[in-house]
């Protein structure tokens, strides 16, 4: 017989909890960079598909890059967290925000904390994380779950 357990998530509803984070961030970024109020070049997951394949890409292949990793983190926090409150959340948005400034930009190009291009990206960088956080926490706590079974 296998238990019920009505806290856990399945894969597909982690997987879709970070689908839907990757989506609206992706739609803010992107939106902020075509309206001009973004200081970024271009989208930083763009220019970091550019940067591993070593080529110009067209902007949907830097957001299938964004869609992946902001899934990656959202299926690890609502999969292997032990805790997956609203601290939790932004905790792992704030170490995700120090990485991006302190590996990615640099790995680019942008500099250690993109200040090659401008030191509005520190804040600027910020705020999509921030908002990682917040959707991260929102979606699963208050998106419904289904049951799993546990063996």
């Given at each position: ?58 902007l ?23 805790k ?17 400034l302190?590996?990615?930009f ?40 289904k ?5």
């Open positions: 017989m296998s238990k019920q357990q009505a806290g856990r998530r399945s894969w597909t509803g982690a997987i879709g909890i970070g689908l839907g984070v990757s989506i609206i961030t992706a739609i803010v970024m992107v939106t902020a960079l075509k309206t001009g109020l973004s200081p970024f070049p271009k989208p930083p997951s763009l220019a970091f598909a550019e940067t591993v394949l070593g080529r110009t890409l067209p949907p292949i830097g957001l299938l890059f964004h869609t992946a990793y902001v899934t990656f983190w959202s299926v690890v926090f609502v999969q292997f967290f032990p997956r409150g609203f601290w939790p959340a932004m905790a792992l948005a704030g170490a995700l925000w120090v990485v991006i302190a590996v990615f640099p790995a680019v190009g942008w500099g250690l904390a993109g200040l090659h291009v401008s030191p509005r990206l520190i804040p600027a960088s910020f705020l999509p994380h921030l908002l990682f956080g917040l959707l991260l926490w929102a979606l699963e706590t208050y998106m419904p779950r049951r799993v079974s546990t063996r």
